[in-house]
């Protein structure tokens, strides 16, 4: 049964026209006009319990807006949120019982209180009782190593350290759902590995059910089996990363490397996507397209030394995603 379920959700942003200048800005003050941002446009998806969805798209997309309608500190425009049978943000604190929320951009902690006063308080705002709450603190503690710092003031903590303070903290209520919104940003990469562990276990083992948007592609690869993918407010892709990577991984990738360069090459069978000089990277125009192929159309002549089959990565997906968009927004395998 879907926990979450968002139907044809529209958040518009208004707001008064600026002027510019000292007159401009007292004039706007009593402008009617006004400059609309549909940040969220008609956005439907469903999310079962235990799933694990990443919400990616490029800056502006209308991601944060999205996740704060989920956790009811935004309103939708039109259209409906509903999160474990509630509409969010007319149930702000009986949703907020059963959700956890953690925005990598904004502190939840008490700056100048060593990090164990504010999960003591998050202790007493939710509620928790004596015990449940000693049981996760303790294996919070452990499990995101945080026994060298869960008495020092949040101020004095590195980025890592707090992100994983953050996540306890989202998390000591036992929620259904955590919401993260890009909780691995300006994460060193030791960092973010030790909080996609931590959130795919969390994930695996309680079962709990993760949202959380990122520009980071490896946070999808290794928190987030379902992918949604929007753009300018608009829903492109909602499937599982493995099959928008056979839908568009069919183009693999071919690198020949010459010892001298022959300059830019066009081919018909394959699409020079990088051009390094000496070594060149193409994608194959088809499934059926073979090495031999292109190499046929190539012909002799260049000084060809080495040529490789490269399965695509994972950004290179996400980018002929974009390129392809028209093509397949909407798309549900
Ligand atoms: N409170 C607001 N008032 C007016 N416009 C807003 C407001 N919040 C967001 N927007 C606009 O809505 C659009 C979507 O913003 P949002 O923050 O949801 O994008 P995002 O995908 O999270 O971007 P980023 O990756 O840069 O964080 C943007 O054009 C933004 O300027």
Redesign the pocket.
């Not at 949120?81 to 929320?101: F, K, Q």
């Not at 948007?213 to 290794?222: F, G, K, M, N, P």
């Not at 379902?226 to 056979?246: A, Q």
């Given at each position: 049964m879907a926990i979450i379920a968002a139907s044809s959700v529209e958040?518009i942003?208004?707001?008064p026209k600026r002027q510019s200048g000292f007159g401009g800005a007292l004039r706007s003050l009593f402008s009617r006009e006004h400059t609309e941002?549909r940040?969220?446009d008609g956005i439907s998806f469903a999310i079962e319990g235990g799933e694990a969805a990443g919400y990616l798209?490029?800056?502006?997309?209308?991601?944060?807006?999205?996740?704060?309608m989920m956790t009811g500190i935004?309103v939708p425009s039109s259209g409906t949120v509903e999160v474990l049978g509630r509409e969010p943000h007319s149930n702000r604190i009986t949703n907020a019982a059963e959700i956890g929320v953690v925005f990598g951009q904004r502190s939840q902690l008490w700056w100048d209180l060593p990090v164990r006063d504010s999960f003591d308080l998050n202790r007493h705002i939710y509620d928790i009782p004596a015990s449940r709450f000693a049981d996760n603190l303790a294996r919070l503690t452990s499990m995101l190593d945080m026994a060298g710092y869960i008495d020092r003031p949040v101020r004095q903590l590195s980025l890592g350290q707090r992100m994983r303070a953050e996540i306890a903290m989202a998390l000591l209520h036992d929620p259904k759902i955590l919401f993260l919104?890009?909780p691995t940003i300006g994460l060193d990469v030791v960092a973010k590995d030790v909080v996609r562990k931590f959130l795919a276990e969390v994930n695996r083992e309680r079962g709990t059910t993760i949202i959380l948007?990122t520009?980071d592609l490896v946070d999808i690869e290794e928190i987030c089996p379902r992918l949604i993918m929007?753009d300018d407010?608009k829903l492109l892709f909602d499937g599982e990363l493995r099959h928008l990577r056979t839908a568009l991984g069919s183009r693999r990738r071919l690198k020949l490397e010459f010892g001298t360069d022959p300059g830019a090459i066009t081919l018909k069978t394959a699409q020079l996507v990088t051009d390094e000089g000496l070594a060149k990277h193409f994608l194959l125009e088809s499934q059926q397209t073979s090495i031999l192929d292109v190499l046929t159309e190539l012909g002799s002549g260049h000084d060809l030394k080495d040529v490789k089959l490269e399965e695509p990565n994972i950004e290179e997906v996400i980018r002929t995603f974009y390129q392809n968009k028209p093509a397949l927004a909407g798309a549900r395998p």
């Amino acid at each position: 049964m879907a926990i979450i379920a968002a139907s044809s959700v529209e958040k518009i942003f208004r707001q008064p026209k600026r002027q510019s200048g000292f007159g401009g800005a007292l004039r706007s003050l009593f402008s009617r006009e006004h400059t609309e941002v549909r940040a969220v446009d008609g956005i439907s998806f469903a999310i079962e319990g235990g799933e694990a969805a990443g919400y990616l798209g490029p800056n502006g997309a209308g991601k944060s807006t999205m996740i704060k309608m989920m956790t009811g500190i935004l309103v939708p425009s039109s259209g409906t949120v509903e999160v474990l049978g509630r509409e969010p943000h007319s149930n702000r604190i009986t949703n907020a019982a059963e959700i956890g929320v953690v925005f990598g951009q904004r502190s939840q902690l008490w700056w100048d209180l060593p990090v164990r006063d504010s999960f003591d308080l998050n202790r007493h705002i939710y509620d928790i009782p004596a015990s449940r709450f000693a049981d996760n603190l303790a294996r919070l503690t452990s499990m995101l190593d945080m026994a060298g710092y869960i008495d020092r003031p949040v101020r004095q903590l590195s980025l890592g350290q707090r992100m994983r303070a953050e996540i306890a903290m989202a998390l000591l209520h036992d929620p259904k759902i955590l919401f993260l919104d890009e909780p691995t940003i300006g994460l060193d990469v030791v960092a973010k590995d030790v909080v996609r562990k931590f959130l795919a276990e969390v994930n695996r083992e309680r079962g709990t059910t993760i949202i959380l948007t990122t520009h980071d592609l490896v946070d999808i690869e290794e928190i987030c089996p379902r992918l949604i993918m929007v753009d300018d407010g608009k829903l492109l892709f909602d499937g599982e990363l493995r099959h928008l990577r056979t839908a568009l991984g069919s183009r693999r990738r071919l690198k020949l490397e010459f010892g001298t360069d022959p300059g830019a090459i066009t081919l018909k069978t394959a699409q020079l996507v990088t051009d390094e000089g000496l070594a060149k990277h193409f994608l194959l125009e088809s499934q059926q397209t073979s090495i031999l192929d292109v190499l046929t159309e190539l012909g002799s002549g260049h000084d060809l030394k080495d040529v490789k089959l490269e399965e695509p990565n994972i950004e290179e997906v996400i980018r002929t995603f974009y390129q392809n968009k028209p093509a397949l927004a909407g798309a549900r395998p």
